[in-house]
């Protein structure tokens, strides 16, 4: 896809010409509504239980919707992303909050870990926009499918709390790896996070939740914003998209989510270890098998 410079005018014009576009959204019947609501809900709950974003729920989610919608077929699953991550920025900062009383967020590590998250999500978020959605949707899957069956069958004794100081190259690196799934797969990148601080630093499961979850923050925010300069001048474009952010969704699901989001986190302090491990795991094997086999069925 053609990508021009950006010029302070054209930005300014072209946000003039967005919101003046009449509603052409189909999709936002009361049933449609309904569903992403619904579906908000569960991204909210999941974020705050398992310290993810949300996105493995809203992702596709939108990219059926936005079919459906009659969204341009190329850039569907862009859109998708981008706009997943502009909800999981209010979810994840809800579900860091709860988390943060629980005193399961270690605000140093936390300030290393988003600085490597954002070299990460602008590394991340111009490869996918290079790839076509079945790769990226058959990636993803495997991702999934992977880390889930490592923690599930090769389960590591967890320490019960942390000990020594992490190295901040470490931190770094795992900021990277989270920051660069997050807008490669427009998700909250806690899926790749989590497992990372829990088999390769060695935290506690409920540290690593707490700690993904204000990551989360830093990474859907960076990757939103360049999911809307990398597609802002994209022709096309459905009304009410700001670049591959579809405005007047996440504004339908942001609120939900970011309700939902503490739930999730009153959930997890009351769920062992072992049994949230455990769950977090499964939860990865099947959505990374559903995401993989998607590209054929």
């Not at 969204?71 to 943060?100: E, K, Q, Y």
């Not at 405005?247 to 503490?262: F, K, Y």
């Amino acid at each position: 896809m053609k990508k021009a410079g950006f010029s302070p005018a054209f930005f300014v014009s072209s946000a003039v010409a967005f919101f003046a576009k009449l509603p052409d959204m189909e999709f936002l019947s009361p049933q449609f509504i309904g569903l992403f609501l619904l579906v908000g809900a569960l991204a909210g709950i999941l974020a705050g239980l398992f310290g993810i974003g949300g996105g493995v729920v809203l992702v596709p989610l939108f990219i059926w919707a936005f079919s459906i919608a009659g969204f341009p077929p190329d850039l569907i699953v862009h859109i998708a992303f981008g706009t997943s991550l502009a909800i999981i920025i209010p979810t994840a900062f809800s579900a860091a909050l709860g988390h943060r009383k629980r005193g399961n967020v270690k605000s140093p590590q936390v300030i290393i870990l988003a600085a490597g998250s954002l070299l990460g999500a602008a590394l991340g978020a111009y490869l996918a926009t290079t790839l076509s959605g079945d790769v990226l949707k058959a990636l993803f899957g495997l991702m999934l499918l992977g880390v889930g069956l490592k923690l599930f069958l090769f389960h590591p004794r967890l320490p019960p709390e942390e000990t020594g100081k992490i190295p901040a190259r470490k931190l770094l690196a795992v900021g990277f790896i989270g920051g660069g799934f997050s807008a490669f797969f427009g998700i909250g990148g806690g899926v790749i996070t989590v497992p990372l601080l829990v088999i390769a630093l060695r935290q506690p499961i409920h540290l690593a939740v707490g700690n993904s979850s204000a990551l989360i923050v830093v990474s859907a925010l960076a990757g939103t914003i360049f999911y809307v300069l990398l597609g802002f001048q994209v022709p096309h474009l459905p009304s009410y998209c700001l670049g591959y952010v579809n405005v007047v969704v996440a504004t339908l699901v942001a609120p939900v989510s970011m309700v939902c989001a503490r739930l999730g986190v009153r959930l997890a302090t009351r769920i062992r270890n072992d049994k949230l491990m455990y769950g977090f795991a499964v939860f990865l094997i099947l959505i990374g098998l559903r995401m993989f086999f998607s590209l054929w069925f």
